[in-house]
């Protein structure tokens, strides 16, 4: 994906077309997948608030845990290693008993993509709107703007 979509951060202002979204009933049929599965023991959906664009997907098994980030906007998802602060979203590849789960659903964005350095050429699609949150955050990577905590 070398252009953003129009509507990823999530931002619009009135009169403006309104972003896509993530249908809800996709997240739950993702969430309702990892409860069959026997690795995970607990799993926990959180829903984009004010301050963030991106559902998470809490997943525990006994031994290790999983936070998948899924952009409210676009079927995309990632995992979430941290979210230091409002700025700052570590990203990590999730493994593959996951990924195996999500992918017919949804499309995986790996660490090396969302940590490359944004650049012009990637918001030539992206609104004014858009553009004024990005600059406004002083975003640097890709994939803080995919998922981000703009308020």
């Excluded at 996709?26 to 829903?47: A, H, P």
């Excluded at 290693?81 to 996951?98: G, N």
Aim: glycine fraction near 4%; proline fraction near 4%.
């Amino acid at each position: 994906m070398e252009k953003l979509p129009k509507g990823i951060t999530g931002f619009w202002k009135i009169g403006e077309e309104v972003p896509p979204s993530t249908d809800k009933s996709l997240i739950e049929n993702i969430v309702d997948k990892l409860q069959k599965e026997i690795l995970f023991r607990t799993i926990v959906l959180s829903e984009p608030q004010a301050d963030n664009n991106f559902y998470i997907i809490s997943a525990f098994a006994d031994k290790e845990k999983h936070f998948i980030g899924i952009n409210s906007s676009y079927p995309f998802y990632c995992g979430v290693k941290s979210i230091t602060d409002w700025t700052t979203i570590e990203f990590y590849d999730l493994p593959k008993s996951v990924t195996d789960i999500l992918k017919s659903e949804l499309t995986e964005l790996k660490t090396d993509f969302l940590n490359k350095q944004l650049k012009k050429e990637h918001l030539t699609l992206l609104s004014k709107t858009e553009l004024e949150q990005i600059e406004y955050w002083e975003t640097e990577r890709i994939g803080n703007v995919i998922f981000n905590k703009y308020d």
